[in-house]
């Protein structure tokens, strides 16, 4: 390739359309647009309408549906009541439950 | 670009039903051709230039009523245009991706559309204009090729004279040095 610069390529294009074609282009794009002025949204626009309001619809749903079980708002792990400590506090009597010492907080010695 | 005369004639025309048609192929002679080429130069590939070309004649016809005259009308159908071949490359892009990404589709379009032989720098001064941010790129368009003044294209694009002076000269250079670079 020659050497070219900026003023030299000026406003050539490389492609063109024929007379005919811009013509014909104009022609249908004029006709076309003349025969849907006017006329309510497609059946296509209408369906596409409605798919976004359908899933709009789903994700404030889905949305509702996590906020009522947010997993991060549930314990960790359910409390259980079947383990040996469990046990033998089930196995005692209210009077034997009296009767166990009790400590106050201040009770318990630090570490 | 044009005077108001014209611009009212053809608003009344096009808002007449019983004028209509005959309104929108005049207003397509006049600025039908302009209007191709401007809407081909962004989104260059010769079947997006046709889907574009329809949709803003659609959407002018549409939105007729909403055209109050304090802008030449072609200055509106310039606007009218360019947002619906920004919008053709949009739908070009994937998801959060900016059209400017797309520099790399377009000059493949473009080698596969170039249709005369023996152009290459015709072809190089386009890549050149590809590397350029779609914005600048179109604004840069307007002056260079539709020789628009600055207060038209900032009615076009909506950007400030200011900012456009300084994308152009900013762009004239880049395509110039591309140019250069490129050229063997």
Known sequence: ?111 | MTNKTDDSAFRQMLLDPSRRDEGFRALLEQYGRRLYWHIRRIVVGHDDAEDVLQETCIKVLNRIDSFKGDSPLATWLYRVATNEALMHLRRQTHLFQSIDALGETLTAKLQAETTIEGHEAEVLFQQALLTLPTQQRIAFNLRYYDELSYDEIARITGKPVGTLKTNYHYATQKVKDYIKEHSL
């Open chain 1, 1 to 111: 390739m020659k050497d070219e610069s900026f003023d030299n390529i000026g406003k050539r294009l490389p492609y063109d359309e024929s007379e005919e074609y811009l013509d014909g282009l104009l022609d249908k794009a004029a006709h076309v647009a003349l025969q849907q002025h006017g006329k309510p949204l497609g059946r296509k626009r209408w369906g596409l309408m409605w798919a976004s309001a359908a899933a709009v619809a789903l994700l404030l749903m889905g949305i509702g549906f996590h906020e009522l079980n947010d997993v991060s708002r549930q314990p960790v792990a359910a409390q259980r009541a079947d383990g040996p400590i469990d046990e033998f506090l089930n196995s005692l009597t209210d009077e034997e439950v009296a009767q166990l010492p009790c400590y106050e907080i201040e009770e318990i010695p630090e570490y």
